[in-house]
């Protein structure tokens, strides 16, 4: 089977937002709580990010799932970090800490590329690209892997309108934001291109599974 650029446990409000407004070096997610956001994942025994220990079952399959195959990922500016225009610090490297929990090639797209850099084995490239030529250059650091489309939200989108998404898995939490950086009005927009399955949790969100027609 050839290479797969998957969306795997991103999460969305009710009302479609990914995060919300005025991000910040403090506030991530913006206004938004990420711990009620994301608070499915986190409880769960095997979260993205954080320490296991927690709850097993639907939600816990699908935090599992996170990195299975994977061998590079794609992510947007605002996912590394707050800062806009011209890199004015290389000293901070990003929200992600000394050992980030991805553990592949992260190719990171802004507009104003700077050198790589390694944390632990996770490697952050920056590169300035239309969707097709980053995941041409993720797939070949991938090794015949799969590779994550990470988000955020903005990013998404653009690999979506590429028709370049092959699976998606997309969380939506019982909470709404009402502004912000919005994947979608509705997930019936993306039911022209994808087939869909849809399964509640008893944690309150509701997991979307599409994948390309």
């Known amino acids: ?18 995060a919300g407004e005025g991000q910040s070096l403090e506030r991530p997610f913006g206004h938004a709580d990420p711990g009620k956001l994301l608070a499915w994942a986190f409880t769960t025994d095997h979260p993205p990010v ?6 097993r ?4 399959y699908f935090t599992r799932d996170y990195a ?14 707050p800062q806009r225009g011209p890199w004015q610090d290389h000293e901070w ?27 632990s084995d ?15 250059r993720a797939k070949e650091a991938a090794r015949g892997r799969d590779v994550r489309l990470g988000g955020g939200a903005t990013v998404i989108r653009q690999f979506l309108d590429a028709g370049l998404v092959d699976t998606l898995h997309v969380a939506v939490a019982p909470t709404k934001l009402g502004s ?3 994947l979608w009005e509705s997930p019936d927009e993306l039911l022209d291109r994808f087939h869909r399955d849809v399964v509640p949790s008893p944690s309150g969100v509701t997991h979307h599974l599409f994948w390309r027609k």
Do not use: Y
């Open 50 to 55: 954080g320490r296991g220990g927690g709850s």
């Open 68 to 81: 299975r195959n994977i061998g590079a990922e794609i992510m947007g500016r605002n996912k590394f970090g």
């Open 1 to 18: 089977m050839s290479q797969l650029l998957r969306v795997q446990n991103f999460t969305v409000s009710s009302d479609g937002f990914g």
């Open 180 to 182: 912000g950086a919005r």
């Open 57 to 60: 079952g639907l939600d816990d």
């Open 122 to 136: 996770t490697t952050f490239h920056f590169v300035d690209g239309n969707p097709a030529a980053v995941l041409a």
């Open 93 to 119: 490297q990003g929200w992600w800490g000394d050992e980030p929990p991805f553990h592949t090639p992260v190719f990171v797209m802004t507009h104003h590329e700077r050198p790589s850099f390694t944390l």
